[in-house]
């Protein structure tokens, strides 16, 4: 149970920790305090709505197929989470810039969820991250522990949003310093490996 929910929170807290477009807005309106509960709201709801689609869908559709190619499906999983890992490790040695967030005038909550729409579903990553790779590694666990797995995956969505949202203005001075990052990207690489290395053992690799 425990296993499960910490595997599906700390996958899913590491995919969405990487700032892109997305985290970048919620960041910038949680620094400008702007509509930020909602922003928040409506990008973890999102997240978890795919996390489910993607394990609901897997789980029932595909199952004969994710257990005749186990092993190829879950040595795909950890390669996908291996190079992830390897990128933050690039990214770490690289980093040399810090996000910064400009004043700018309010905008009214219905362009603001717009433009949040926009950032999350035409985002190619979110697919990929939410439906596809959570939804395989959730098969790994079978049944209740599956259920648990995918709150522990969508629980990472609301803390991190809300927590990116609320706590914006505090975290303005650490994530203006490239070095903070680094051990951000250091930490999320840790744990993807991790995780990758334990989808080689369940997919019989070792």
Known sequence: MFYAFFTGFFLGLSLIVAIGAQNAFVLRQGILRQHIFYIALFCSISDSLLIGIGVVGISYYFNDFINEHSKIIFGLAALWLF???????????????????????????????????????????????????????????????????????????????????????????????????????TIIALIMFNIALNLCFQGGWF
């Open 83 to 185: 190079t992830y890992g390897l990128s933050r490790l690039r990214s770490a040695f690289r980093a040399n810039s810090a996000i910064i967030a400009n004043n700018s005038k309010s905008i009214n909550l219905l362009k603001t969820i717009s433009i949040i729409a926009i950032l999350t579903f035409a985002n190619p990553h979110v697919y990929l991250d939410t439906m596809i790779l959570i939804g395989s590694i959730s098969q790994q666990f079978a049944e209740l522990n599956r259920v648990y797995f995918s709150i522990g995956a969508c629980s990472a969505s609301f803390v991190w949003f809300f927590g990116l949202a609320y706590g914006a203005k505090l975290l303005t001075p650490v994530i203006q310093r490239p070095a903070h990052w680094r051990i951000l990207d």
